[in-house]
């Protein structure tokens, strides 16, 4: 972990993501309270969390459980001016206790599958108000008949990914409204690959000969160069959801 955490530390995202589809995502809230209350699940570094401070007047409560990642989070804030409506709070995700029918929306990029798409959507639903939202990304099959190398690919890194259409259903039960759902463009994959590659690349010669950070370092230029590779068989999806 601790090659990843140095190959992950201020980078400015920690998943696939930018700020384009987060605003683009946003505008499809309708009639949201004049200070809306959100709660941004799995923040990390919080490319999000200050785009979304800078579309509204009220707060975001941005939960990590990495500390330097929340610490990364209020220094860029306090750069961009929306320090004030953001309240950072480390915590898992697992033990939420946030009272019931509080938020008017749940935010959560590249980060619900943590949870699980489905026992979220299910569990974080009590958190939010009649006619709240939640809005996740989640890595989605798109094309099925994957080759052979991506497939195992799949199943080591997220066995558990579901079709656009599976999401769909485990929605509609889950009792939401869908509003929209908008692929990641892949500008939004290369703002966080690049990023990624010039760390990777300085590390690489800062632990050359050091087999455990070249491992950790390799597997991630793996992951990328077959993310890569097999874009047009996967995405990462935007969910717009309405509580009922
Ligand atoms: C793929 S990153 C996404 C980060 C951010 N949303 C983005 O798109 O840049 C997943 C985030 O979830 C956080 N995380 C992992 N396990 C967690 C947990 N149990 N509770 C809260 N956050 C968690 C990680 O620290 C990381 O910041």
Known sequence: MEYFFEIHKDL??????????????????????????????????????????????????????????LDQLKMSAEK??????????????????????????????????????????????????????????????????????????????????KTITQNLEIIRKAGYSLIKYLHLPKSGWEDYFIPIEARTSDLKKKYQGNKGASDVIDAELREMHLLRKYYEYHDYIFYILQNK
Request: hydrophobic share 40%; with cysteine.
């Open 80 to 161: 961009e001016g929306v320090v004030d409506k953001i309240e950072t709070v480390n915590k898992s995700m697992f033990s939420i206790d946030f009272d019931y029918d509080s938020f008017d929306v749940i935010w959560s990029e590249g980060a619900i599958y943590i949870y699980g798409f489905e026992k979220a959507l299910v569990d974080w639903k009590r958190l939010l108000r009649k006619g709240g939202y939640l809005v996740a990304s989640e890595f989605s099959s798109i094309l099925p008949d994957l080759p052979k190398e991506a497939s195992n690919f799949l199943k080591e890194v997220y066995p558990d990914i």
């Open 12 to 69: 400015p995202r920690e998943g696939p993501g930018n700020n384009e589809t987060t605003r683009k995502a946003f505008f499809f809230l309708k009639d949201l309270p004049s200070h809306p209350l959100i709660l941004d699940v799995g923040c990390g570094t919080g490319m999000q969390t200050i785009q979304l401070a800078k579309l509204i007047e009220g707060k975001i409560i941005a939960l990590d459980n990495h500390q330097p990642f």
